[in-house]
């Protein structure tokens, strides 16, 4: 039996090496681009966050979440490791569950994987860019410009359309929609958002710890604590990625309440600020050796506080005003980055039209489809990738099963 792979990401990858241990299965794993595991290899800021230990049902997101409980379940976190330290890879957990390769370079990762794919019933086509694919009596033809492969199962593994400087595209949506799959909107998460706040282009660069609260139209929407990274255009860093999701959708007022000091209370805090009366320091300096300077500095300017004026003129009122800041600054959004800058898609290949044991499609027999291309996505730190992982195994053994 002949099964084709058209995508050599991550699920892809997986799904080849998982059909492969049936020797008597041939894989033919086509990618357009001119090596494996593009995308994969600029993941986690080139350190690769190859899975969570945490990642299980309640992660995912799309429509049906609970379409990827059973995959998940089936190749759960600490599965995957296993599966990576037989390949040859070492991976260290921080405390947070996040997982990366031991040598920290996501090129392991995707190296490990290369290795493996060298057996001798796979067959590994880069360059491969599939513009069609057509359903035949017994199997399927799957067309590039130049060449056409002929497979018995075929397992689509495009993934999404976001990060499309490292080859997201709307590829493997077109390819199951000319199947008569039907796809959901699709939405950048994962992203950052813009702001039309003037402060954020001063604040550059800037980074620090933050509870980070989404409020739409004045209710909360979403909210998270961690690492928030300030960009020219707005606010970034695992914190804003994690609330992310369908932010800016659908009108309304979108606002991001920032506490820039979530394990200080604002009495505390005002009266840090009140025993600094004593020094003739300017304002500018209220903040400093409690928050990063620039950013101390932002803040102060930003409720009105003149920064020449020495910190032992500032009134109650002032104070108060500064404190009330760094516990909960508003930013306005506007939207979110686009898809070229997310690192994951919304949205996808509607997952009714699969069985999530198997991952076949519920159209056509034969057909799989894992991965991003399916509408399910993960929270951040890991979950996507291991959907990846879990998704593109399950594709690889169903379609492998019940060889003749
Ligand atoms: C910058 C960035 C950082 C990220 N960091 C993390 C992280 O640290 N942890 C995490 O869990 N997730 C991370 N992600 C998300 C994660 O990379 C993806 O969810 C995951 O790679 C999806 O796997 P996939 O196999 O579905 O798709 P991909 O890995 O994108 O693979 C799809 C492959 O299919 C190929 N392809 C597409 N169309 C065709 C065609 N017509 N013919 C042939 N080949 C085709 C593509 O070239 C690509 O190689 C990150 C994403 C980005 C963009």
Redesign the pocket.
Known sequence: MVIGI???????MAAALAAAEKEQVQVIL????ARLG???Q???NGR??LSNLHAAAGGYHGAQPSFADYAIGQFPPEAALRWFRSLGLFTVAEASGRVYPYSDQANSVVDILRFALEKPNITVKLG???EKVKKTADGFRVLSKEETVSCDRLIV????L??TK????M??YK?LRSLGHSCTKLRPTLVQLKTNWGGVAGLKGVRTNCHAEILRDGELFARSTGELQFTEYGLSGPVIFEVSRDVCQGGGEWLCRLDFLPEVAVDTLEGELTRRRKTHLPASELLTGILHNRLGRVLTQAVGVPANRSISELTEEDLRRVARAVKAFDVSLTEPMGMDCA??TAGGIRTEEFDETTMESRLIPGLYAC???LDIDGDCG?????W?WSS?RLAGESAGRNHT
């Open positions: 058209i995508g050599g990401g991550a699920s892809g086509m990618e357009r681009q593009r995308k994969l600029a993941t986690g690769c966050n491969f860019e599939v593994a495009c993934g999404g976001a990060g490292l080859g997201g595209s590829s493997g390819l690192q994951v991965g991003e291309v890991g979950y996507n990738l291991q990846a593109g």
